[in-house]
């Protein structure tokens, strides 16, 4: 059973950062792609982030490319997401996720990913 468990999220005033952290149960975790996602009130969950299972190749949605930056310590069994240069679009509820079965599904769809952490709410004042 895998579990994930996001911290990090906080109120912060625009222009500011954070770094969200997820930290995940069992062996999976460094033979797994991971993503992150975020939902505001009354949208849809959207891709934001996703890295390799070795840390390799990653991906950024359009809205945070240049300033958001992805990355995991393998050996930690933690993927981490570090926000710079927040705006108050960013505030949502960001979720960590950990690829499935469905491979056929890109990375930046929900579909892809099995596992979900419960969450961390991250607010950008402006």
């Known amino acids: 059973q895998v579990q994930l468990v996001e911290s990090g999220g906080a109120l912060v005033q625009a222009g500011g950062s954070l770094r969200l952290s997820c930290a995940a149960s069992?062996?999976?975790?460094?033979?797994?792609?991971m993503g992150w996602f975020r939902q505001a009130p009354g949208k849809e969950r959207d891709f934001v982030s996703a890295?390799?299972?070795?840390?390799?190749?990653?991906y950024y949605a359009d809205s945070v490319k240049g300033r958001f930056t992805i990355s995991r310590d393998n050996d930690k069994n933690t993927v981490y997401l570090q926000m710079d240069s927040l705006i108050p679009d960013d505030t949502a509820v960001y979720y960590c996720?950990?690829?499935?079965?469905?491979?056929?599904?890109?990375?930046?769809?929900?579909?892809?990913?099995?596992?979900w952490g419960q969450g961390t709410q991250v607010t950008v004042s402006s």
């Open positions: 996720a950990l690829e499935g079965s469905r491979r056929g599904f890109s990375l930046v769809d929900p579909l892809r990913y099995d596992y």
């Open positions: 890295i390799s299972w070795s840390g390799a190749h990653t």
């Open positions: 069992g062996s999976i975790f460094r033979r797994s792609d």
